[in-house]
């Protein structure tokens, strides 16, 4: 059996792997790993103020502003986040969280 050829792009995969988990909820965020678990807190690593959800990190956290500006300006909702999926890339490789 031969793997499609995007299979072959294992950065690829990996970059969308990111997304859908973003999108989905099913990430290696606090929320999700605490539902799951694997962690003892659902609380944000950088504020410990709200839950560290996708929409928390991506769009109120005042923990990650300076990241955040840099990479996706000031996002009001997640498709404007969607919108710009370089960017929310380089968002969450600068973090680190999701590796
Ligand atoms: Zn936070």
Known sequence: MTLLPVLRNIPLVSKLRKV???ITGHSSL???LSI???TDSPLCRACME???TPTHVMLECT???EQREIYLGSPATIPDVLSNLGGMLGFWNEL???E
């Open 36 to 38: 799951i678990g694997v």
């Open 30 to 32: 606090n929320r999700h």
């Open 63 to 65: 923990g990650v502003t």
């Open 96 to 98: 680190g969280w999701l």
């Open 50 to 52: 709200e839950n560290e």
């Open 20 to 22: 859908v988990g973003l």
